[in-house]
């Protein structure tokens, strides 16, 4: 007998066991949100639900070896509840047998009602079930099928992400650079306004690709590739009026004024900031699993934030200089502060009240508009200082050379203004888009927090809210009824 499983029926089966711990856990926080407390109060807390459910358990192991993480991972549906612990979370809620009935058939650990009531009341041994998303505290769950259902389906996910993301969005955008690059090579590349419109074609190209045709199960990796890709790219705009780049490539034999070396520029930019955005979406998948989904929000968003962010940033040290690199310094620190943020916010163990929404939207605003007068005032003062040392595109980290005014055109001082130019071009153009894209989406993110509920991950089902409020209401009343 063949006992080979087809892998579509493995991704099938494991889609629709995820879709009923889903369900099941959807249930569980509208049990959680309107129970009844002594004191006349509704809802409990995850911490509450998990100390009732230790004083009904005959070990009490619920309040010991699990923390509210446990709770937000069963009601998202990233585990599911073994019966026992479903029986459990029913004696510390007060259920009937034919409500905790309910959440084992939804979740997949009955094959009917009648045998669901039948382990709902204890007639049936809860450790011979092993159906469901493995629960990471159930040790009825052979170590073997766990691992098969865990790392084997996220593996091979994991390795189609990335190859879609390589073919279908990276290198169509790589493509068409190259072909804007020919463009502007029969254009000319010697003449002020090409390499301009160059960098800004491209910019429009990959701004087009990464947010109006956007993957929502990527979360937020399009817009931190794309915002990355944005901050490497702008600084070409400095050393354009010179028919430089910042990495360089200028300095090579045989690309000096061409638009080659602007091509090779955009193209780096474009394989850093896609390696960080595949880098920080694959991090953050990875921090959500095993035993690292218990440390805070706030670590598991800087582990996933700030390695690629890291790599970026020592990338641009090696091959620019000391100019480029101090200016990308404090924005990438900007950048990763806000992604961080951005990460939090979504997070499902964030459960922010509301008056804790209203403090952190006053806080972003304010630093919003501070940081924005105090941008606008720093780039007037460094380009309207005459002292402000500019530097010139004649060295690196790895090696310098001497540039060649007369073959250039202009003297040492004439192409310092130029530069100075430049540098009006690519301060206005960071500016805007950090002002308006990056803190107007940080501005967004923070009023849309809803105070006091669970938010949605990236890899987080959506749930119906019209759902969540007549289940809600529904139990309220049978809750008063009963008692």
């Known amino acids: 007998m063949n006992n080979f499983r087809d892998p579509i029926d493995m991704n099938n089966n494991r889609d629709s066991q995820r879709a009923r711990a889903a369900q099941a856990g959807f249930l569980m926080r509208a049990y959680r949100e309107s129970f009844l407390r002594k004191e006349g109060r509704r809802g409990l807390t995850q911490d509450d639900l998990l100390r009732l459910m230790a004083d009904v358990d005959v070990d009490g192991e619920y309040g010991e070896r699990y923390s509210h993480a446990t709770v937000s991972r069963w009601e998202t549906g990233q585990t599911s509840p073994s019966v026992e612990r479903f029986r459990t979370f029913g004696k510390a809620l ?18 009917d009602y009648a045998s669901a009531i039948e382990q709902a009341a204890g007639k049936v041994d809860a450790r011979s079930i092993r159906h469901g998303v493995p629960d990471e505290g159930d040790a009825s769950v052979i170590a073997v099928d766990k691992q098969r259902v865990r790392d084997i389906p996220g593996l091979s996910s994991m390795k189609n992400h990335v190859v879609r993301f390589l073919l279908l969005r990276i290198l169509p955008l790589a493509v068409g650079i190259a072909a804007l690059g020919l463009m502007m090579g029969f254009l000319g590349g010697d003449v002020a306004w090409v390499p301009v419109a160059f960098v800004a074609l491209a910019a429009c190209l990959v701004l087009g690709q990464g947010f109006l045709f956007t993957d929502p199960a990527a979360g937020l990796r399009d817009f ?20 430089m780049d910042h990495y360089n490539f200028h300095s090579l034999a045989h690309l000096g004024d061409t638009s080659i070396a602007y091509t090779l520029a955009l193209l780096l930019n474009l394989a850093l900031s896609a390696s960080a955005g595949l880098a920080f979406h694959l991090l953050w998948r990875w921090q959500n699993s095993g035993a690292r989904s218990n440390r805070s929000a706030h670590l598991r968003a800087a582990w996933a934030v700030l390695p690629p962010v890291a790599v970026v940033f020592v990338t641009v040290v090696v091959l620019s200089h000391a100019w480029v ?51 606008m005032a720093t780039v007037l003062a460094i380009y309207l200082a005459p002292n402000v040392p500019m530097v010139l595109p004649d060295h690196n980290l790895v090696w310098s050379w001497n540039l060649n005014y007369e073959q250039l055109g202009y003297t040492r001082q004439e192409a310092l203004d130029l530069l100075k130019l430049g ?32 938010h949605q991950s990236e890899d987080e089902p959506a749930l119906d809210a019209t759902a969540v409020g007549s289940l809600a209401s529904e139990r309220r009343n049978a809750r008063a009824s009963y008692r």
């Open 423 to 454: 540098y009006l071009w690519h301060a206005t153009s960071l500016f805007a888009y950090m002002a308006f894209v990056v803190g107007g989406t940080l501005i967004v993110a923070v009023f849309r927090m809803d105070g006091g509920n669970v």
């Open 325 to 375: 690199w101090m200016q990308l310094a404090a924005v990438l620190l900007i950048v990763a502060a806000v992604f961080i943020v951005l990460l939090v916010i979504r997070d499902p163990m964030i459960k922010p009240s509301e008056s804790d929404r209203r403090f952190v939207l006053s806080t972003v605003f304010t630093v919003a508009v501070v940081g924005t007068v105090l941008g």
């Open 94 to 111: 007060e259920l009937s047998d034919a409500e905790v009935a309910g959440l084992i058939l939804l979740s997949g650990l009955a094959r």
């Open 224 to 243: 931190f590739w794309v915002t990355l890709f944005i901050l490497l790219t702008t600084p070409i705009l400095q050393f354009a009026p010179l028919r």
